[in-house]
């Protein structure tokens, strides 16, 4: 045997393993693009069955960001926020995987906790582009996912099915399978909405004498997916009882986006109700600017709509709404946002 024929010899394993490392890198590239392109056209279940594949063959940070991504838009805060903290604590060499760990715990409320993981991941990357990026939208009263926070593997934000040009113009509630009851002024423009999962439909406010005034019930014109049915409170709350805000920044672009929540306790008579106008402080701190919002009891209930400092109470609204719902137990904030996901809804003029 010559020298070279030796050589090949042993080095026949190595380029062997060399060209099935570029397959499976290959394979994983592919799989992650058939993830993203599903995501960005709302197939969820594509998306993850693509995600999977990709992690089946390779274990990294970018692919697990994407399976959170598709839990997210599938409506699965849950999930997604429990195998985010995995992908954060196990990719501590990868900057994005805390700042969407940050910014998913800020989302359910989890605000203190959301500090700190940013500030940790700030610690060790100070010069990374979207850790920066995602420390100065923290440091606002309403953090929007615009520039490189959009962009993928990390996007903090939902795909959606239609981008129209517009501004947002307030956050509403999904009432059954084709209405919504938000807060919009009379002869507001031709609107849209928007839920969490990145589902659009455009609407058409529906004349009604019931509707409190400064809220605006809407008829959808085109289908905006299927929802679980809101369990809705069957009383007011009472004056100093704890709750939820949900509720969408008010980004001027209209791009998609993922609610926030706020915990606090609920406030009381200002001054009485005379049925047009909310006279019930809202209590909860809300960051100033906002332009509506849906509240929820401690079981996760609807108890009523927010306008500024105050609120309609639920007792308002039963005309547009099911039955209420049995007494259930106490809710935790990431379950009572998982259901606000595809419940709430972000108001939007279209051009």
Known sequence: MNRRAALAILLAPALAGAHGAREVGAAVAAALAVGEAALARGDTAAALQAFEQAAALHHAANIEMGLVRAWMQGGEYRRALAFCAHTA???RDDAAPGALYAWLLRLGGQGAAAQRVMDDTRTRWPAD???SAAVRQFATAWPVAGGVLAEAPHRLAPYTEASPDGRILGTGVRVGLDQALVPLEAGSPRVGVRDGLGRF???VVVQDSRIPAGLACLRFTSPLGPVAP????????FAGSAGYTVTYSNGADGAPAWPW???GFVGGFDGGLDGTRPRRRL???VPAGARG???FDTSGHLAGLVDGAGWWPVSLLRPWLDSPSPAAPRAASDEVYERAMSSTL???SIA
């Not at 809101?230 to 709350?237: M, N, Q």
């Open 230 to 237: 809101l369990p809705v409170a069957a009383r007011d709350p």
């Open 261 to 263: 929540l706020h915990a």
């Open 201 to 203: 439909a455009e609407a």
């Open 89 to 91: 604590g196990g990719h």
């Open 283 to 285: 209590g909860i701190d």
């Open 293 to 295: 919002g849906v509240l």
């Open 129 to 131: 582009p979207v850790v």
């Open 346 to 348: 972000q108001v939007m």
